[in-house]
Protein backbone atom coordinates (compact mmCIF):
# COMPACT_ATOMS: atom_id res chain seq x y z
CA UNK A 1 0.00 0.00 0.00
CA UNK A 2 1.73 3.19 -0.70
CA UNK A 3 -0.98 5.61 -0.19
CA UNK A 4 0.50 8.01 2.77
CA UNK A 5 -3.39 8.44 4.28
CA UNK A 6 -4.30 4.76 3.76
CA UNK A 7 -1.27 3.51 5.86
CA UNK A 8 -1.45 6.39 8.64
CA UNK A 9 -5.57 4.74 8.17
CA UNK A 10 -4.23 1.73 8.86
CA UNK A 11 -1.88 2.36 11.63
CA UNK A 12 1.25 2.21 9.80
CA UNK A 13 2.60 5.48 10.14
CA UNK A 14 1.70 7.83 12.71
CA UNK A 15 -1.39 10.07 13.23
CA UNK A 16 -3.39 12.39 15.50
CA UNK A 17 -6.78 11.29 14.92
CA UNK A 18 -9.57 13.77 16.20
CA UNK A 19 -12.39 11.61 15.35
CA UNK A 20 -12.97 8.59 13.55
CA UNK A 21 -15.87 6.04 12.92
CA UNK A 22 -16.51 3.44 10.11
CA UNK A 23 -16.58 5.48 7.21
CA UNK A 24 -13.74 8.69 7.84
CA UNK A 25 -11.88 9.82 10.15
CA UNK A 26 -9.83 13.29 11.47
CA UNK A 27 -6.25 14.37 11.13
CA UNK A 28 -4.68 16.93 12.65
CA UNK A 29 -2.45 18.35 9.47
CA UNK A 30 1.22 17.63 10.03
CA UNK A 31 2.22 21.07 8.50
CA UNK A 32 -0.55 23.23 10.12
CA UNK A 33 -1.39 27.03 8.37
CA UNK A 34 -3.60 27.90 11.11
CA UNK A 35 -4.62 27.33 15.03
CA UNK A 36 -7.28 24.77 13.46
CA UNK A 37 -6.19 22.73 10.51
CA UNK A 38 -7.91 19.27 10.66
CA UNK A 39 -8.27 16.45 7.41
CA UNK A 40 -11.05 15.13 7.26
CA UNK A 41 -10.21 11.72 4.91
CA UNK A 42 -12.90 9.04 4.43
CA UNK A 43 -11.37 5.46 5.09
CA UNK A 44 -12.27 4.86 1.08
CA UNK A 45 -9.38 4.85 -1.27
CA UNK A 46 -10.51 7.41 -3.90
CA UNK A 47 -7.42 9.56 -4.86
CA UNK A 48 -8.75 13.18 -6.44
CA UNK A 49 -12.32 14.65 -6.59
CA UNK A 50 -12.37 13.63 -10.15
CA UNK A 51 -13.09 10.23 -9.39
CA UNK A 52 -15.62 10.32 -7.29
CA UNK A 53 -18.99 8.79 -8.30
CA UNK A 54 -22.48 9.13 -7.35
CA UNK A 55 -21.99 6.23 -4.91
CA UNK A 56 -20.19 8.62 -2.38
CA UNK A 57 -23.08 10.89 -2.40
CA UNK A 58 -23.51 10.17 0.33
CA UNK A 59 -19.63 9.87 2.03
CA UNK A 60 -19.29 13.45 1.03
CA UNK A 61 -21.70 14.50 2.70
CA UNK A 62 -20.75 12.76 5.98
CA UNK A 63 -17.07 14.79 4.98
CA UNK A 64 -19.01 18.12 4.76
CA UNK A 65 -21.55 17.76 7.48
CA UNK A 66 -18.12 16.61 10.03
CA UNK A 67 -16.01 19.44 8.70
CA UNK A 68 -18.71 21.22 10.43
CA UNK A 69 -18.30 19.57 13.06
CA UNK A 70 -14.94 20.04 13.78
CA UNK A 71 -15.47 23.33 13.30
CA UNK A 72 -17.89 23.89 16.12
CA UNK A 73 -16.22 21.84 18.37
CA UNK A 74 -12.51 23.41 18.12
CA UNK A 75 -14.74 27.09 18.87
CA UNK A 76 -14.43 28.83 15.00
CA UNK A 77 -17.73 28.04 13.79
CA UNK A 78 -18.94 31.24 14.45
CA UNK A 79 -16.18 33.38 13.76
CA UNK A 80 -15.56 31.63 10.21
CA UNK A 81 -13.72 28.77 8.79
CA UNK A 82 -12.95 27.53 5.74
CA UNK A 83 -13.07 24.08 4.13
CA UNK A 84 -10.87 23.23 1.14
CA UNK A 85 -11.06 20.48 -1.33
CA UNK A 86 -7.70 20.71 -3.54
CA UNK A 87 -7.82 19.22 -6.47
CA UNK A 88 -4.78 17.86 -9.08
CA UNK A 89 -1.51 19.74 -9.82
CA UNK A 90 -2.27 23.40 -10.29
CA UNK A 91 -4.68 23.84 -7.04
CA UNK A 92 -1.52 22.44 -5.12
CA UNK A 93 -2.90 18.57 -4.08
CA UNK A 94 -0.03 16.59 -2.71
CA UNK A 95 -1.50 13.38 -1.33
CA UNK A 96 -3.62 11.80 -3.68
CA UNK A 97 -6.39 10.07 -1.66
CA UNK A 98 -9.21 13.09 -1.44
CA UNK A 99 -9.39 14.99 1.89
CA UNK A 100 -11.33 18.34 3.21
CA UNK A 101 -9.07 20.43 5.01
CA UNK A 102 -10.64 22.32 7.83
CA UNK A 103 -8.51 25.83 8.68
CA UNK A 104 -9.76 28.20 10.76
CA UNK A 105 -8.83 30.46 13.81
CA UNK A 106 -7.64 33.67 11.81
CA UNK A 107 -8.62 35.52 9.22
CA UNK A 108 -8.47 34.54 5.65
CA UNK A 109 -7.96 36.18 2.39
CA UNK A 110 -9.83 35.92 -0.64
CA UNK A 111 -9.15 35.10 -3.64
CA UNK A 112 -6.85 32.25 -2.22
CA UNK A 113 -3.06 32.20 -3.57
P1 LIG B 1 -3.04 18.71 -0.22
O1 LIG B 1 -1.88 19.60 -0.57
O2 LIG B 1 -2.94 17.37 -0.92
O3 LIG B 1 -4.40 19.35 -0.40
O4 LIG B 1 -2.95 18.48 1.33
C1 LIG B 1 -2.14 17.50 1.91
C2 LIG B 1 -2.03 17.85 3.38
O5 LIG B 1 -1.53 16.73 4.06
C3 LIG B 1 -1.07 19.01 3.65
O6 LIG B 1 -1.76 20.03 4.37
C4 LIG B 1 0.05 18.37 4.46
O7 LIG B 1 0.56 19.22 5.47
C5 LIG B 1 -0.63 17.15 5.05
N1 LIG B 1 0.27 16.04 5.29
C6 LIG B 1 1.30 15.63 4.52
N2 LIG B 1 1.91 14.55 5.06
C7 LIG B 1 1.22 14.29 6.22
C8 LIG B 1 1.37 13.29 7.24
O8 LIG B 1 2.25 12.43 7.20
N3 LIG B 1 0.48 13.34 8.27
C9 LIG B 1 -0.50 14.29 8.35
N4 LIG B 1 -1.32 14.23 9.41
N5 LIG B 1 -0.67 15.24 7.41
C10 LIG B 1 0.18 15.23 6.37
ZN1 LIG C 1 -5.43 6.11 0.08
Redesign the pocket.
Known sequence: MSC??CR?IAGE?P??FLYQDNRLVV???????APL?A?VVPRKHIATLNDLSAEDDGLVGEMVRRAALVAREKGVAEEGYRA???CNRE??????HI?L?VIGGRPMAWPPG
Open positions: LFIIGTLQDINPQHLVLNAGQTVFHH
